[in-house]
């Protein structure tokens, strides 16, 4: 499978613990978004990467929030302190800034539930 | 700022009907428009884009979209419903701002489309 993928697929934690999500995104692509998305909602973009350097980051991001891809090629996404407000299915994506490929291919995501 | 509406939260055809998908948006210059497929416990799936030139653009699975720029729509139409296609359907947008400008989509709240046999 030469699609992204991501792990782990669901992650269930206590409210104040610490989650680390791993995205692997498609191997030529240099670009790297999370987005998170609750349910009945879209997906609400959280960070983006172009190779190592992190080009964005939305008000969303907290500071518990930090995310890394320091090859350009996995990333990953930290939450710290988690709150119950934390739950949601976190999606990762990515691109190719070549031609118009415009278009960003998404993992499965990661589910993560804080009780 | 760049926002996407869907105003239908569900649209329900029978099987063999032609379907619409609604989508609005809103965005400084000219847009990138996406649409993406969401099946039960799986990720967005890539169907369509309008990146420029025709307005009419044709995606996997048989769908196409129209970008009518005087109307700010990118509305997903299909001529022949399948059930198979019931899913929840997400557009999207990015506006063009050049190499230092955004790249993230915004995307609607999405549409849930149901096909009866």
């Known amino acids: 499978d030469t699609g992204v993928s991501q792990d782990p697929r669901h992650k269930i934690t206590k409210r104040g613990q610490n989650v680390t999500f791993r995205c692997d995104p498609i191997s030529e692509h240099n670009r790297l978004y999370w987005y998170r998305q609750t349910l009945g909602q879209g997906p609400e973009f959280l960070t983006y990467f172009q190779n190592e350097a992190q080009l964005e980051k939305s008000r969303l991001l907290s500071d518990r929030f930090s995310a890394e891809r320091p090859k350009g090629s996995f990333s990953t996404l930290e939450i710290q302190r988690t709150e119950q407000g934390d739950s949601a299915m976190y999606l990762c994506?990515?691109?190719?800034?070549?031609?118009?490929?415009?278009?960003?291919?998404f993992g499965p995501g990661t589910r993560l539930t804080v009780t | 700022a760049q926002s996407v509406a869907q105003p239908e939260d569900q649209v329900n055809v029978a099987e063999g009907n032609p379907l619409t998908v609604k989508c609005t948006y809103s965005v400084s210059g000219n847009p990138y428009l996406f649409w993406y497929v969401q099946y039960p416990n799986r990720g967005l799936q890539f169907l369509l884009k309008?990146?420029?030139?025709?307005?009419l653009v044709k995606g996997s699975y048989g769908f196409e979209a129209e970008f009518n720029k005087s109307q700010t729509s990118f509305h997903l139409k299909k001529p022949s419903a399948l059930v198979s296609d019931s899913a929840l359907y997400f557009c999207?947008?990015?506006?063009?701002?050049?190499?230092?400008?955004?790249?993230?989509?915004?995307f609607g709240s999405g549409t849930r489309l149901q096909v009866q046999p």
């Open positions: 309008y990146i420029t030139g025709d307005n």
């Open positions: 999207a947008v990015r506006a063009i701002l050049g190499d230092t400008g955004r790249r993230a989509l915004t």
């Open positions: 994506a990515s691109s190719l800034t070549r031609g118009s490929s415009y278009e960003q291919y």
